[in-house]
């Protein structure tokens, strides 16, 4: 394999030493870009894209193609290639979000799920995964991902997007034996697809649990925490001669980052609801910080943008440990001409902020 030759989103993530903070922003292959909105018209539909390795390569690099600034790639697929291996039958209605065939509502339903193989059922996303980084032939890190199981279990069990998760709450309270069967299944899942991912390619992890914050903090705990623990104690933490690190990111988990920072992981992504240096404080040296701009900061003038990274780079203060992102992604109506300002700001100014 070719050696890397812009490694500072690895070396962040692990608080060695760089030049300037590295910057990525989640979603950043996606509909904001006109060269993806082409290539999905071109592919036909959003799983095409996902499921035929050469179309997921190609819109995986138009974002670093855009912005030489980015110092990471994301695999371009979807949380919910799982579910759909678990045989849900996922698809997407024109102009709305996910839908399942198939939901999950009983514990026969949960006992009957298959837990899939990642080689076999999931074989093409391994398959993208080599495709890119091969493409990528060093230029920056590939960052492989899944869903959290509680994040998962929600689109699961309501077939599709929700306001308030009230099937899957009403079955963790009403039958917690069931919904834990299948985080637990979930876990085994996740883990084989990310040590896949890994041995296909994949130089960090990234694990969305974008829906714990919504529970409360006993069962997020219990129903998310414990959960994605056990994903991280079964990682390959290590591949063809360098640290694999695993972020996990939980939105909307302000509350609960000092039990986060102790699931094991190299580092938490934060959204923009908490103060990064006071985050930075609180978790102290167990693991870097991924974020934290509130995506909504790009609809501004690109000076507002400037002054807002400014902003959180001198909050977070001197030193490596923080990779820049967004608090969540990047939403389709965004200028990429605001993206490409946000990008730039953060390697012009932080600089500052390192030896
Ligand atoms: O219309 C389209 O072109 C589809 C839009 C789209 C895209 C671009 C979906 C459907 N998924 C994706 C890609 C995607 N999804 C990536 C690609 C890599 C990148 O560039 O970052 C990643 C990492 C995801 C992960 C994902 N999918 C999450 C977790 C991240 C997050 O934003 O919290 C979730 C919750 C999903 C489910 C999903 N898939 C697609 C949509 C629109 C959604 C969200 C629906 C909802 O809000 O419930």
Redesign the pocket.
Known sequence: MTALKNDRFLRALLKQPVDVTPVWM??????YLPEYRAS?AKAGD?MSLCMNPAFACEVTMQPLDRYPQLDAA???????TIPDAMGQGLY?ETGE??RFKKVVSTLADIEALPIPDPQKDLGYVMDAVSTIRRELNGRVPLIG?A?SPW?LATYMVEGG?SKDYRKTKTMLYDNPQALHLLLDKLAQTVTSYLNGQIMAGAQAVQI?D?WGGSLSAAAYQEFSLAYMKKIVSGLIREHEGRKVPVILFT?NGGLWLESIADAGADALGLDWTCDIGSARARVGDKVALQGNMDPTVLYAKPEAIRTEVGRILASYGKGSGHVFNLG??ITPEVDPEHAGAFLRAVHELSAQYHE
Request: glycine share 14%; net charge positive.
């Open positions: 989640m979603r950043q292959a996606g509909r999905r959003f994301i695999l371009f697929s979807d949380i919910l997407f979000g996910p991902f869903g994040t997007s969305f974008s939105k969540h992604g």
